[in-house]
């Protein structure tokens, strides 16, 4: 069985790198195909999914690798209910709202949890 690796992401993409890197690390470890690698974004950083998003950080980490991130179908996790979701406007990449048990859930199901 195949290690499965969460990838947290929660800072800010207008102010901070990170989550540019975080999508292209997301990416670039699924396409080996050694483990199954999940991405989930949290408060701010769900402004990634956006429609546009040249005023984030790394602009182009999130256009060229974010749909990478969903090959094999695999939505990209995001915190359900939260307002970023309704300021995204129409994302073209697919996205599953989970609630806070549901991540609890896949953290502890996880082989490997990185946050950034």
């Known amino acids: 069985m195949k290690p499965t690796v969460l990838i947290l992401v929660s800072s800010d993409p207008a102010s901070s790198s990170r989550p540019a890197e975080a999508v292209r690390i997301a990416a670039g470890v699924g396409t080996w195909k050694k483990a199954d690698v999940r991405l989930y974004l949290h408060g701010p950083a769900i402004a990634a999914l956006g429609e546009w998003v040249d005023h984030l950080k790394d602009d182009d980490n999130f256009t060229r690798y974010l749909p990478i991130a969903t090959d094999g179908g695999r939505p990209i996790l995001v915190e359900a209910g939260h307002p ?29 949890t990185l946050r950034f």
């Open 84 to 112: 970023a979701i309704a300021e995204i406007g129409e994302s073209s990449l697919p996205f599953e709202e989970i609630s806070p048990a549901q991540l609890a859930d896949r953290v502890r199901r996880s082989t490997y």
